[in-house]
């Protein structure tokens, strides 16, 4: 990491002691008077109709406040009971049919949580099986049995979503990038090479699970919810209510990590509902078990096509990506366009064809997970390349630095690339893994090492809209506003540290609020790693319209031409040269009789993509990572140990550089997990290993011996570069590479279990 002068004077998390004292408010530390709790019914079948649901007894139970299913929700007027961030096409209880194993059928609410169980434990169901369909694939077979009977209705959405459904199949949507003549660039090419690659739904296991608080009154409707995005859930129940939005309220307490399981809305709609019919407040708090049936990452296949000469040039690929979304849409029709466009990595490809599927399934609703639809999209090209660079003879380090773009170079979406920095990201992880063209692979004792290399870009959400509000008090405390969600990646003491150091302030006299619909200004999303850069330039341009404010006031009492001033620390304003002048704010706001001064600052970036060609801007800025890793196998068993990991991303410029490693090091632990266990097994639509007794995160013994990092900073440019979640690519499709080129063993199939490396050691001697 490249280290400023005065790093060591910046603070740790601004609340730091709350966490290590368990002091942080949660959402689920909410309690409202007259609170009650809900338990949910869920389906026992992947698809089915429902014929009956018998609830009387159940509402009979004592301490039973309301017992609701989806009949009640068509019954009830007033209510609109579907939401989604795209598609309208998700219904707060199923209503009609069920559309996958583990759907919530029916709600009680009680007293307390065993109560609401009793009751649900009288509650009858009968269904009438429908024939279901679990892979994406077969999804789009002629004769597939249809999640849904017609195009789900769509509503008010976000600016970059292309929507390309087709009435009577499975294609949730489509996303198409046509750049070039990709024929031509196949006929140019001296190889041709297609390959597939799979990646399988995996679970975010935040520590804090969903949970929700609901109030609905007549005049009123406040939320306390666990999300990512607090504005999306605001008009998502003005929507479904059919209130204006300045009668819903979100309040947002940091959540216990969120990694895109939170982003939009999820159980917040039922809460909602669940208030609305019991009369009072609602608790539901999900269960780790009821998580793996909430959301996932998108399961996903990539076949892929890729055109090279003699000497590696890239001169076409054609990418076919299917991503399951399962029964719902959630953000999948947006997610494939990044996925999409990823398949083309940080490389310069002159012809590109793209198509990119969310598929409708009867398997539990994909959404975000950090990272975005990059890290199936690397798993892909950059094991392919490695393919490719062994059919070649190549060195695959020098194959990637051969086509990785530089500034000039024209991306996947045929915009300009401005300040990269990929082979230097690269070239870095290469040594620092001490890797060798020549290095040959040597078996000790059973065991044998191989190194591999990845590199990747994201996109950043585009276009994208940042709103902050800072106020300085009577005694120079500076308040900030804002709406970005704190779930431990330290966002708060990020916009701290821009506010103070933008007034010359210690921190310590920063004040940074939670989000609240009701008083803290709009905020896009949290998330996409963009909330240090988007509210950070809202921060600070809020920030400055105070500190113009300061140096007209201080202009008017000293007497002096406000350019002629300057900030000195302590929080004053002086002459330059003359500190011993300055005036200290305090007593600047105090003389203007003002109260305080307030600022407020709105940044937009503007972009978007064609919706035919998928060409245009694509990201305000890209991100960029590279990762290196070095495995040992055993060759008696197939386990893969990683004993090396470096993981390097460009930072732009660092704010925090604490949280800038501790996101690295984060982004280590996904891959690692990706890489080699992580994986929701699906059985007909049954979740054979839905809680942390069967799924196989990674723990502390699987992190490798060694970690090195690379957050790359280039102080001359002053622009910040998110750095949430690049690092974690890169580094699953490292191990991948270096588990090939220790074995010759290609694993195709994430995650890399010892099962399947044993099967392609034996594959390997059956051949010779």
Request: charged content about 20%; aromatic content about 6%.
């Amino acid at each position: 990491m490249t280290r400023r002068p005065d790093e060591t004077a910046l603070p740790g998390m601004i609340d730091a002691r709350q966490r290590v004292t368990g002091r942080i408010p949660y959402a689920m530390d909410v309690s409202v008077p007259g609170m009650q709790h809900a338990r949910l019914l869920r389906s026992t079948s992947a698809h089915a109709r429902i014929v009956r649901i018998e609830t009387d007894r159940a509402r009979a139970v004592p301490g039973v406040s309301a017992v609701v299913s989806g009949a009640d929700l068509v019954a009830a007027k007033g209510l609109f009971p579907y939401f989604g961030p795209v598609f309208r096409d998700q219904p707060v209880l199923a209503i009609g049919k069920v559309r996958y194993l583990g759907e919530p059928v029916v709600a009680a609410v009680a007293l307390d949580l065993d109560t609401a169980q009793r009751a649900l434990d009288l509650v009858e169901v009968e269904y009438e099986e429908l024939p279901a369909v679990f892979d994406a694939a077969a999804a789009l077979e002629a004769g597939a049995p249809q999640v849904h009977d017609a195009p789900p209705p769509t509503g008010p959405t976000y600016a970059d979503i292309i929507v390309h459904t087709q009435a009577g199949t499975n294609i949730c949507n489509h996303f198409k990038l046509r750049k070039g003549d990709v024929e031509a660039g196949f006929a140019q090419a001296d190889f041709v090479f297609e390959d597939e690659f799979t990646s399988p739904p995996i679970q975010h296991v935040t520590m804090e699970t969903h949970n929700a608080v609901a109030d609905v009154r007549p005049d009123s409707i406040t939320v306390w919810a666990s999300t990512q995005h607090p504005f999306s859930l605001q008009s998502t129940l003005a929507e479904m209510f059919g209130r204006p939005a300045a009668g819903v309220r979100v309040i947002i307490p940091t959540l216990g990590g969120g990694y895109g399981a939170k982003g939009y809305p999820k159980i917040e709609p039922l809460v909602a509902v669940l208030s609305w019919f019991a009369r009072r407040p609602v608790r539901l708090h999900l269960t780790r078990e009821e998580e793996f049936l909430t959301i996932t990452k998108h399961g996903t296949s990539i076949r892929m096509k890729t055109g090279v000469l003699r000497d590696g040039t890239i001169t076409a690929r054609q990418s076919t990506c299917f991503f399951n979304t399962g029964a719902y849409a959630d953000v999948g029709p947006r997610l494939i366009k990044n996925g999409g466009f990823g398949t083309g990595g940080p490389h310069r490809i002159p012809n590109v064809w793209v198509d990119s599927y969310a598929v409708y399934t009867n398997i539990v609703p994909a959404g975000a997970f950090r990272g975005y639809g990059i890290n199936q999209a690397a798993w892909a090209y950059d094991s392919q390349l490695d393919m490719i660079a062994r059919r070649l003879g190549m060195d695959p380090l020098a194959l990637r630095m051969q086509n990785l773009l530089v500034d000039g170079d024209r991306l996947m979406t045929d915009e300009p690339m401005v300040d990269a920095h990929f082979r230097e990201l690269l070239g870095t992880a290469a040594r620092e893994i001490g890797w060798s063209a020549d290095e040959v692979p040597v078996v000790r004792d059973g065991r044998v090492r191989g190194k591999g290399l990845s590199c990747i870009v994201k996109a950043t959400v585009t276009p994208s809209t940042s709103t902050a509000q800072a106020k300085l008090g009577e005694d120079g405390s500076l308040y900030i506003l804002m709406s970005s969600v704190e779930m431990g990646q330290g966002v708060k003491t990020a916009m701290a540290i821009l506010g103070a150091e933008r007034l010359g302030l210690p921190i310590s006299r920063v004040r940074v609020s939670e989000p609240d619909t009701d008083l803290t200004p709009y905020d896009q999303s949290t998330g996409s790693s963009r909330s240090t850069f988007s509210m950070g330039t809202a921060v600070r341009g809020a920030v400055d319209q105070i500190r113009g404010q300061l140096f007209a006031l201080a202009s008017d009492e000293l007497e002096i031409a406000e350019g002629d001033l300057e900030i000195v620390p302590g929080g004053r304003v002086a002459p330059r040269g003359a500190p011993e002048r300055g005036m200290e704010f305090g007593e600047l706001v105090r003389r203007s009789r003002s109260g305080n001064l307030l600022g407020q600052f709105i940044f937009r970036t503007e972009g978007g993509l064609d919706p035919e060609t998928g060409l245009g801007i694509g990201s305000v800025h890209w991100h960029q990572a590279a990762g290196a890793a070095e495995v040992e196998v055993d060759l008696a068993t197939g386990k893969v140990e990683v004993t090396r990991v470096h993981a390097g991303v460009y930072a732009g410029r660092i704010v925090d550089p604490v949280q800038a490693e501790l996101q690295t090091e984060g982004n280590i632990a996904f891959g690692v997990g990706q890489a080699l266990s992580e994986e929701m097994i699906f059985d007909h639509g049954q979740l054979q290993n839905g809680s942390l007794a069967d799924y196989l995160i990674a723990s502390i013994g699987d992190m490798p011996g060694e970690i090195s990092l690379d957050v790359l900073e280039h102080l001359e440019a002053d622009e910040i570069h998110g750095i949430g979640e690049s690092a974690m690519p890169p580094v699953t499709a490292a191990i991948g590479n270096a588990v090939y080129r220790a074995t010759g063993v290609r694993i195709m199939d994430l995650p890399i279990t010892p099962e399947k490396v044993l099967r392609g050691l034996r594959e390997q001697r059956s051949v010779r």
